[in-house]
């Protein structure tokens, strides 16, 4: 897609505003919060048996390859993210590795997929708005027709998920897109729908925040109502409360995301990194403002450019006028 080049003045009228304002107005102009009616996954690693339900579901929603691990072709076994693999379901093992959500000698799962940030590194890095943030549901979706390929997002990403696919012709990014295919037909996200436990539930982003503070107030080894599939389904099953860490992941790292976490193990055992609160999105924007606010030189630069382009417009507008204007003439004589 070209860039119109009255787009082009009007995204450096906007650059200019921005290095008008304080550092503080310009940051805030920059980061995206949640929108009200935002959908995302909790996943509760206490609740997860491991049976990869949602993995197979997932391949089956979006019509994905299988990734053959065992050299065999037989088993799709992905050891990772990947071009086929939208979403995975990883252990953390630890000593003897007998007991369920123990951090010694025990285990528990992670799922690893698209967090959907609420401001969102990949989006900000796309040059060519590939990835978008939608504005309703929050969902970081993807465009492959407007990608080019730059791979930026890859960088981009805290948590590496974007892969990059070269088995087309014209290689493109794979990234969970929470099943928006489904979410339109009413539905909600495959792994969601076929997970048995309710390990991993779908709901509004604001909902699940709603159940991530009853889980943490629960007694541990007090029976309670779980929802399954959906936070509104209607469907529970009921399971004695583990004891849960103090800490919902996604709730505030790097901005928030909207896929979250909540386990009875540390989440570094999942190598989920430790973040602060503030999005890349926006400490970059601070950082930039902070380079540009003492310099003169790039006001310069792009007040000429800005200049220079006005011109040409003016000047290729000028022309057109002219030539439809003779044309105008030519037919009437
Ligand atoms: S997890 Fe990575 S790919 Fe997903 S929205 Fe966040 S930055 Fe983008
Ligand atoms: S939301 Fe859909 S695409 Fe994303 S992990 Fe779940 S099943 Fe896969
Ligand atoms: S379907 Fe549910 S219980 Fe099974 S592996 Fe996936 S998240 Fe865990």
Redesign the pocket.
């Known amino acids: 897609m070209k860039i119109k080049r009255r787009d082009f003045l009007k995204g450096a009228a906007g650059g200019m505003a921005l290095l008008a304002l304080d550092g503080q107005d310009a940051q805030a102009m920059t980061v995206q919060a949640l929108p009200p009616e935002a959908l995302g ?1 909790l996943f509760d690693s206490t609740l997860c048996v491991g049976c990869n339900a ?1 993995m197979t ?2 391949k089956d ?2 019509n994905m390859q299988p990734d053959f691990a065992d050299g065999q072709d037989i088993w799709d076994q992905p050891v990772d993210l990947s071009p086929n693999t ?2 995975i379901i990883k252990k953390f093992t630890s000593g003897t590795g007998e007991t369920k959500d123990a951090e010694v000698n025990g285990y528990a799962f992670i799922k690893r ?2 967090l959907h940030c609420v401001d969102p590194s990949c989006v900000t890095a796309c040059p060519v708005s590939a990835l978008l943030k939608d504005k309703e549901t929050g969902i970081v979706t993807y465009n492959k027709n407007a990608c080019i390929g730059c791979r930026y997002c890859q960088v981009a990403c805290p948590y590496n998920i974007p892969k990059f696919d070269f088995n087309h012709i014209y290689p493109e990014i794979v990234k ?4 928006d295919h ?1 979410i339109a037909e009413g539905k909600v ?4 729908s076929a997970c048995p436990t309710g390990a ?1 539930l779908f709901g509004k982003v604001e909902d699940l925040y709603v159940e991530t503070r009853r889980r943490q107030q629960m007694v541990p080894g007090t029976i309670y109502e779980y929802p399954v599939t959906s936070i509104d389904s209607g469907l529970t099953h009921s399971y004695p409360a583990p004891e849960y860490i103090p800490h919902v992941y996604g709730k505030e790292e790097l901005g928030g995301t909207q896929v979250m976490y909540m386990s009875a193990v540390g989440f570094d055992n999942f190598a989920l990194p430790a973040y602060p609160k503030e999005s890349f999105v926006s400490m970059s924007s601070g950082i930039q403002y902070a380079i540009y606010k003492g310099m003169v030189y790039p006001l310069v630069v792009l007040a000429g450019l800005v200049f220079m382009v006005k011109k040409n417009k003016q000047q290729e507008e000028t022309k057109t006028a002219e030539k439809a204007k003779d044309k105008k003439e030519e037919n009437h004589e």
């Open positions: 996954i949602c579901a997932c929603a979006n939208l979403n997929q698209c969970c897109q929470l099943c489904l996200s495959a792994c969601c991993s």
